[in-house]
């Protein structure tokens, strides 16, 4: 966690944060050589990763942390992010709407870009949805 000590000490140095979890390609470094940075290398599970490039993405294990101590330190980014993001958002002076103050159009934006997210199929259905 000495990592996001450092951000948390730099924060006034940085714009808006976005995290997300580590995808390794097997195109990159690590993904030529895994165990050089801890990582055992697993068969492809089928589930496509985060990254645009699926058929570049490697599938591996990290066996210096389990999955609850990945999680929790995914958290404690993202908490930071988000407190730090806030303040960012302040210090220009800017807010965010509280969902109960939106329109029903702009919650559908939002729902539609949700589901976009999650399932492009999903997203066109709900667009062809009339009010």
């Not at 030529?32 to 993405?57: C, H, M, V, W």
Request: aromatic fraction near 8%.
């Amino acid at each position: 966690m000495a990592a996001l000590e450092i951000f948390q000490n730099h924060s006034e140095l940085m714009g808006e944060v976005c995290i997300f979890p580590f995808e390794a390609t097997q195109s990159s470094a690590i993904g030529r050589d895994p165990s050089k940075f801890g990582l055992i290398p697993e068969a492809d599970t089928g589930i496509l990763g985060q990254a645009q490039y699926a058929n570049n993405r490697l599938s591996w294990s990290d066996p210096a942390m389990t999955a609850d101590e990945r999680q929790r330190a995914l958290n404690q980014y993202l908490r930071f992010a988000a407190s730090h993001n806030r303040k960012v958002l302040h210090s220009k002076n800017c807010s965010l709407t509280p969902f109960h103050e939106l329109s029903l159009s702009q919650l559908r934006l939002i729902l539609l870009f949700s589901t976009f997210i999650q399932d492009p199929n999903m997203a066109q259905s709900l667009m062809q949805l009339r009010a």
